[in-house]
């Protein structure tokens, strides 16, 4: 036997024990009904208080289970057999709720669908998932919106009855105003009890005609029941409120060119009611208006986003909920003709870049009559741009930065009046705008921080400095597979990689050419060209690796011996005059250990720029480094054995934006020096750092020195 029929034989020994084992309906409702003070929807406004009285649930043989065809073997039940038992069940809790709620028995009704009535919907439903017709999957889908909407009409009936009960207690009391407060809440709560009525009426007609539902009394109980609200309307309100009288006179046709004006008159008793609010609605458009002295109101509404053809117009009297009158309601039908607009529309510039600003203005009018509150969508290469509305004298104006996601050259801008469906008939108008290129700039450099791992940094922006967020970056070495970072708000990516292995650790020394990481950047689908940076791997030989661990002091050191004997080694190489330079080099590249350890960073700032005035710019790059690496040193909890790179990932969250991009520009500028073989020449590129490094180091002393 296959596992599904094994599952249904099983589900089936649970439904059937349960029909045997669990009582019906009714006797879990208690076999009868005590009678309650309380409004049913049953009795009569006349006797709403009820009696009390017991009455036996009528419903409980009104369903009868789909029959076993002969070709059906007792054996094995199928799936619809067991479902035709669980549609028995669940249908005849539903007629049971209704005896109880027709009899006033609120909890009863409610208790009688609830608890395992859930269980079993959805046991049906998973069973009616198992056979092939779709038509047990909708008759499921029935029975639960079913027993949706008769938990709200429980409610609603229940909170009608005490409603009622505490209007009577106040007309009993002689608080007319209170009365009348309560009134016009059950008014409220009996008209929602006869809309779901209505739709649980057809509810069960469904159930009726697709299963063996029989539910001929509760449709007729449904029935009476909404005859019964409508008397206890009646009732409430001649008791408390006033009957008003509200005339509307309305044109036969309307359309966004000519509005449509709505006047009348409100009265009571043949006299003119003043001040009263007047409520018009038609769609989603509604405005408002008071009565004048004689009673009378007018008001225009222009039918803009209505849907044309015939339509309904609602004009309402809402009172006050301590009035003594009572509301009106009346509505009208009205011909909505539609309209075709113009638009007269401008666009700048004609070229355009990445970030650059889109102005798009307009006027849209039919027959010379502005539009207002019409809406305006806009594209551009048919993706979505920018979407307004237009102002009270329909003009519209869109002003907005161009996207990398629009594809470069020749494009099409779409602009679209309206929308579909409604009295302003959807109009579009075209232009054409030439979208550039904008060239990008990545800026990428690594080092290798152990034997094996390569950690890299970098920052894609435009080449007008604007940072690219959340961009695709692939760095690959060699032909080794790529690794993929990407951009953060500020443009900047990092990550790390595994070194491709060598045979020769001295090819690594001495050819870091084959050695190198490119970063690339590809623009698919955007108006930002590609870019790609190569950079060496930055490595630390074996040699040199335990300075890593000494701390700031050989960091330093290193960097400004390395730094000098580069500088010395191309003067000797040159036509210049050492003699001019000797002296300068001698005394401040004699800086014993101690002094470097111990020196301010502003005094090592003074140092670089000694170096720098003297053209030494890799001992002024890499001593510039230092000042303002002690300089955080100093100011933030960090590990003072942490490497160039390793120093500027920590501090990222710990820095400002502006402060992190001069720590990483000093940072890459002093890698290039430490490790870089190719000639530096970037002075101009230090004048600039050195003038962020005095604001940063010598300026911020002197405000310390002052607040002291």
């Known amino acids: 036997m296959s596992i599904s029929r094994i599952t249904t034989v099983l ?27 309380s409004l049913s929807l049953g009795t009569p406004a006349g006797e709403a208080v009820m009696q009390t009285s017991d009455i036996e649930p009528s419903n409980t043989s009104n369903t009868s289970s789909r029959h076993i065809g002969p070709e059906l073997t007792q054996n094995e039940p199928s799936a619809e057999i067991v479902i035709s038992e669980a549609e028995a069940r669940v249908g005849s809790r539903l007629l049971n709720s209704t005896d109880a709620l027709q009899a006033g028995q609120f909890d009863t009704a409610e208790t009688t669908i609830s608890g395992n009535t859930t269980d079993l919907l959805r046991q049906y439903e998973r069973l009616a998932a198992q056979t092939e017709s779709t038509a047990d999957d909708e008759i499921a889908q029935e029975f639960n919106l079913t027993v949706q909407q008769q938990r709200e009409l429980i409610g609603t009936a229940r909170n009608s009855s005490s409603i009622y009960n505490e209007y009577q207690l106040a007309r009993a009391n002689g608080n007319q105003t209170r009365a009348r407060q309560l009134a016009r809440t059950l008014l409220k709560q009996t008209q929602d009890g006869n809309q779901t009525a209505e739709r649980l009426t057809n509810q069960y007609e469904k159930l009726a005609n697709e299963t063996d539902l029989n539910a001929t009394q509760t449709l007729t109980e449904i029935n009476d029941a909404q005859a019964r609200l409508a008397e206890i309307q009646d009732t409430v309100r001649s008791e408390t409120l006033t009957p008003t009288s509200l005339r509307v006179s309305t044109p036969a046709a309307a359309s966004p060119t000519q509005p449509m004006d709505i006047s009348g008159t409100l009265s009571s008793n043949n006299s003119q009611l003043t001040n009263k609010t007047i409520k018009i609605s038609l769609g989603d458009r509604t405005v408002q208006t008071k009565t ?13 986003m209505i849907a044309s053809g015939q339509q309904t117009v609602s004009v309402q009297f809402i009172p006050e909920t301590t009035s003594i009158y009572d509301g009106q309601r009346v509505e009208k039908s009205i011909q909505i003709d539609s309209i075709s607009p113009t638009a007269d529309i401008q666009y700048s510039p004609s070229h355009v870049q990445f970030n650059e600003t889109v102005v798009i203005n307009g006027e849209v009018d039919a027959g010379q009559v502005p ?22 004298q329909g003009n519209f104006r869109i002003s907005e930065s161009l996207p990398a996601t629009i594809p470069n050259g020749s494009q099409q801008i779409d602009v679209v009046i309206s929308k579909q469906n409604v009295a302003v008939q959807p109009t579009i108008k075209t232009g054409e705008i030439y979208v550039n290129l904008t060239e990008t700039e990545l800026s990428f450099t690594s080092i290798q921080t152990d034997g094996s791992n390569i950690t890299f940094v970098g920052q894609l922006t435009t080449t007008e400095g604007t940072e690219l967020s959340d961009r695709r970056i692939s760095i690959s070495q060699g032909n080794s597979s790529s690794v993929v970072s990407y951009t953060n708000q500020s443009g900047y990516f990092d990550g790390s990689t595994s070194m491709e292995a060598t045979s ?10 084959k050695h190198t990481l490119t970063a690339r950047y590809d623009s698919t689908g955007e108006n930002l060209e590609p870019s790609t940076q190569t950079t060496m791997v930055s490595y630390s030989s074996p040699i040199s690796m335990p300075l890593q661990q000494i701390g700031f002091v050989g960091l330093t050191v290193a960097a400004i011996i390395y730094a000098v004997s580069v500088w010395r080694r191309r003067e000797s190489k040159s036509n210049g005059s050492e003699d001019e330079l000797s002296g300068v080099i001698d005394s401040e590249a004699a800086l014993p250990t101690e002094t470097v350890e111990e020196a301010s960073p502003d005094k090592l700032l003074s140092h670089a720029k000694k170096y720098h005035d003297a053209g030494n710019v890799e001992a002024a790059a890499g001593l510039g480094y230092v000042a303002l690496r002690k300089k955080h040193m100093k100011s933030h909890d960090v590990a003072r054995s942490l490497t160039h790179w390793e120093l500027c990932r920590t501090l990222r969250s710990e820095l400002d934006s502006s402060s992190h991009e001069l720590l990483y520009e000093v940072t890459e500028i002093y890698e290039r020096v430490l490790f870089s073989d190719k000639k530096f020449v970037s002075n101009s590129e230090l004048d600039i750092i050195f003038e962020k490094l005095t604001d940063v180091i010598t300026n911020e002393n002197e405000s310390n020195l002052e607040l002291e």
């Open 292 to 304: 004048n002295e004689a009673g009378e109101f007018n008001a225009s509404l222009r039918p803009l």
């Open 11 to 37: 589900l089936f020994i649970f439904l059937i024990t349960n029909v045997l084992l669990s009582p019906v309906a009714t006797a879990e409702s208690g076999g009868s009904f005590s009678g309650s003070d």
């Open 371 to 392: 539009l207002s509150d019409v809406p305006v969508t806009t594209t551009i290469a048919g993706r979505p741009f920018k979407s307004v509305r237009t102002d009270h």
């Open 504 to 513: 020769d650790i001295s090819q690594l020394l001495f050819s870091p050419d």
